[in-house]
């Protein structure tokens, strides 16, 4: 047998081992594409259900920005005044936001929900962020709907706080106050409220951990000074308030006492309160805005907090729109309005009443939902 012919056992698995090495190594890449195909496939999947979400919350955003906001405009929504045409602007949308006297853990009486402390509208233009928010004072005199059983019987004219109470629970008191401010604002529409009882200004105070002011005046039973920078807390945050006096009994915190209390033998009282009442709601907007910037989770934590304390018509998905347009936008440019108007008394009523300078009233609607045409 020739050398050419013989194979020993060792030349034979010297030829076969670099065959064996090549399907070993074909094996392996084999396996390393298919878990490279299977991690693509994974971030594919992910990059389509996070695209799938941002299509579903923006839909989510659009519907509530559909119901919220009434962009009709045309000849019909232009009107002449002093010589100037205005034209009603597009994508303003309207909270009637309410304050009322009802404390929580108090008991309803039949058919009377507390009144209206506080009655402002927050107008907001989607497009650039500018809000208003326009003061009725609590005593101004205004035609109310009179309905009984959702039957229409006329109207009366008496203080705008005395609308919210007319309702037979808190969804038609709210109902009853969107229509009596729409009114009052020569009609705009106005069709979503949120309600909030005095006691939630504690609870959503305490949310946040606190809202700074510089107090505007001295404020009884606390050590709160005019012109003092101080941070409100609510009862569980803070100091309790406790006290029983002629005028009224309280226990709380700070927060809901600096924007509830009123000198009850002053005659422009409601309108001092009313000041604190706006301040106290730009500034705990701006700190829970800020603090949403870092921490979107704010925003929500705030409205659970809040459900508790309020009842509203509005949906969640217009609630993140005003929350989506507020925090891309910030609340620095809100502007705040307080009817003009002067308190008095008269055969009218045995109480106070504010008498709405009606010239001034229709130049703030112009100003707030119409801007000049070219």
């Not at 100037?84 to 108090?106: H, P, Q, W």
């Not at 510089?214 to 945050?237: M, N, Q, R, S």
Request: aromatic fraction near 8%; proline fraction near 2%.
């Amino acid at each position: 047998m020739s050398d050419e012919t013989m194979r020993l056992p060792g030349d034979a698995q010297e030829d076969v081992a670099p065959q064996e090495e090549h399907r070993y190594t074909s094996q392996e890449s084999l396996r390393a594409g298919k878990r490279k195909r299977i991690v693509i496939g994974v971030i594919l999947a992910a990059i389509a259900v996070i695209a799938l979400a941002a299509i579903a919350f923006a839909s989510f955003l659009n519907a509530g920005k559909g119901s919220l906001v009434k962009a009709d405009t045309g000849d019909a929504k232009t009107v002449e005044h002093q010589g100037v045409t205005y034209r009603l602007k597009d994508n303003m949308a309207s909270i009637c936001v309410i304050g009322s006297d009802f404390e929580n853990g108090g008991e309803h009486l039949d058919g009377f929900n507390g009144q209206a402390d506080a009655t402002m509208v927050v107008a907001l233009d989607t497009e650039t962020g500018e809000a208003a928010c326009i003061a009725i004072p609590r005593n101004s005199m205004v035609d109310v709907n009179l309905q009984h059983g959702g039957d229409f019987r006329g109207t009366k004219r008496m203080q705008i706080c005395l609308a919210y109470a007319l309702g037979e629970d808190d969804e038609e008191g709210g109902e009853l106050m969107c229509t009596t401010v729409s009114r009052l604002l020569y009609n705009i529409p106005i069709e979503h409220y949120y309600t909030i009882s005095i006691s939630g200004f504690d609870a959503l105070t305490d949310a946040i951990g606190g809202v700074e002011v510089e107090a505007l005046e001295d404020i009884p039973y606390t050590d709160i000074k005019k012109g003092d920078v101080v941070t409100l807390h609510g009862a569980d945050g803070g100091e309790q308030i406790v006290f029983d006096s002629e005028d009224v009994n309280w226990t709380g915190g700070t927060a809901a006492w600096y924007v509830r209390y009123r000198d009850m033998h002053e005659m422009n009282s409601p309108l001092a309160r009313q000041a604190r009442e706006q301040q106290f709601v730009r500034a705990f907007a701006s700190q829970a805005l800020e603090a949403a910037k870092s921490n979107p989770s704010v925003i929500t934590d705030l409205y659970n907090t809040a459900a508790e304390y309020s009842t509203t018509n509005l949906e969640a998905s217009e609630f993140a729109y005003l929350a989506s347009v507020l925090t891309e936008h910030g609340i620095g440019t809100i502007n705040l309005i307080t009817l003009e108007g002067e308190m008095t008394f008269n055969d009218e009523s045995e109480w106070e009443q504010y008498i709405i300078d009606r010239d001034a009233l229709y130049q703030t609607v112009l100003d707030v939902y119409y801007e000049p045409v070219e």
